[in-house]
């Protein structure tokens, strides 16, 4: 009788055993980043209504809350900030006592070995919710806007963070914030960049939850549109040569085919943000009952690395960590 190929591969698949010796991608919570939002607004932790388990966090419970991601095993964290106050040029978010300056200096002093990533982005600052300041008629000055964000990766690392992220997407912040960041003598300190990040519907639950909706207009005049994969090259290799440490696709879910585009295309390391949205989504289809959420959940996180990401930034990261032990 004659075998077929298809046969000898299920061979490959008939025991759990076998099937793991040939697995070709595995998640290790060692590859996550977890995101972190630190509010000056509220005394006590609170959950963000579309964001299940996610929550804001007063300075006062920031230490518990890094001890146990931790002890999870969560090598590191995203900071951002929701301050008190806003205003037109985000004031807040490159002063010496800003929110996220004292986060750091809370993680950084009582759970050292924890990285600490901070996004450096205007729009929680701003009374107008962009990520660079504004013209009188509302457009975004781009090199106006590069100065404040250097000011504000600068009094992150002064403050102790490990590594910045700028997020804002204007033209030539890789190279303005490193050499803000040389000058001063953090040389070491890496950038990653958000480099493909499309302006996408899969952020509405993060503007809740930071706070950061734009009062008027919205951010497609610098953010990427979704139609576009070779603009997702062009920027990488701008930010690349401006001096991007790694380099960052956002969304995620939405934009495998740019994940291993960028892959392919560069040798640096690789994150991939599982955006708000996209966690949104499971959590709200698993409470109907409609999906199996941990099943779910790990087969898009491993479609995400098996795509080409190195790195996973991720509201599912303590979850993950969980699940990952239970199944050793
Ligand atoms: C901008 C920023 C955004 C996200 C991370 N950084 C929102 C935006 O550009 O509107 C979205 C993250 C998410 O949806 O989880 N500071």
Known sequence: MAVFP????????STEKLRSLVRETALSIDHFIYPLFISEEITKPQEIG???????????????EALRINSLGIPAVLLFG???????VGSQAYAKTGI???AIQI??????????????????????GHCGIVDKNGSVQNDASLELLSQMALSH???????????????????????????????TKPIMAYSAKYASGFYGPFREAAKSQPQFGDRRSYQMDPANSREALREVNLDIAEGADMIMVKPALAYLDIIRQVRDHTDLPLAAYNVSGEYSMIKAAAQKGW?????????????IKRAGADIIISYFAPQVAKWLRESL
């Open 6 to 13: 298809l046969t000898r591969l299920r061979r490959l698949r």
């Open 50 to 64: 579309s964001m299940p388990d996610v929550y804001q966090w007063p300075l006062k419970y920031l230490e518990k």
């Open 82 to 88: 929701i301050p008190k106050r806003k205003d037109a």
């Open 100 to 102: 996220i300056q004292k």
């Open 107 to 128: 993680i950084k002093s009582q759970v050292p070995e924890l990285l600490v990533i901070t996004d450096v982005c205007l729009c929680e600052y701003t009374d107008h």
């Open 157 to 187: 690392v002064a403050a102790g963070a490990d590594m910045v992220a700028p997020s804002d997407m204007m033209d030539g912040r890789v190279g303005a914030i490193r050499k803000a960041l040389d000058e001063k003598g953090f040389t």
């Open 291 to 303: 999906i199996d959420e941990k099943r779910v959940t790990l087969e898009i996180l491993t479609g």
